[in-house]
Structure formats: C-alpha cells, structure tokens
C-alpha cells in the first residue's frame, strides 16, 4: 500500500477532495462560494456599467439605494431589477425601498 500526503477528506457540504495540509478549506466550497460582486456578471453590459458608474460593486452597495433610485441609472433597465432582487435575497438584503 502506497503512502500519500494527501488525505481524503469529506467537507460538510458531502464533497470529497484530497488535502495534504491541515487547512479544511473545500475547493468545490470554495469554488460555489461566489464573490459578493458576481451578481454584477448577471447582468448586461450597460445595466452593469450603471452600476459601477455609480459606485455600486457589491451587494452590500446596492442595498443602500432604492428600486426607484436604481432604474434611475443610465443603463438601468427594469429587466435588470429581478435579477439584483434574487442575487441580494440569496445574501440576505433588500432593496432601501424605505427611504
Ligand atoms: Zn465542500
């Protein structure tokens, strides 16, 4: 039987991957994990550079402005609106429809 460094693991999530250090970290966790601004990839061109033209790079961001304040961009298209609201859902945030 063949000595390895690495070992099989199992994350909590069910995944099975080698490691050979002590770090926990899953790579398809990992890899799922998307960045916070990969909602910005949801988008089309214009609707993202409204956006970034307006500062806005996270999600984080976004929440702070109201639906209303967003389709004010230029570039902003309404068709853009559903996929902002699903991608801040899935983190927990909302729209500042409030202010
Ligand atoms: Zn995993």
Do not use: V, W
């Not at 998307?34 to 500062?55: T, V």
């Amino acid at each position: 039987m063949a000595t390895s460094e690495k070992n099989l693991r199992t994350c909590n999530q069910g995944h099975k991957y080698y490691k050979s250090s002590d770090c926990p970290t899953c790579p398809t966790c990992e890899q799922e994990r998307k960045p916070e601004n990969g909602f910005l990839s949801l988008l089309s061109a214009p609707a993202r550079r409204a956006l970034e033209n307006n500062g806005i790079t996270s999600l984080q961001e976004l929440a702070k402005y109201s639906e209303k304040e967003i389709l004010q961009f230029h570039g902003m298209g309404p068709a853009s609106l559903p996929k902002l609201k699903s991608a801040m859902n899935e983190n927990g945030l909302s729209f500042c429809n409030e202010k």
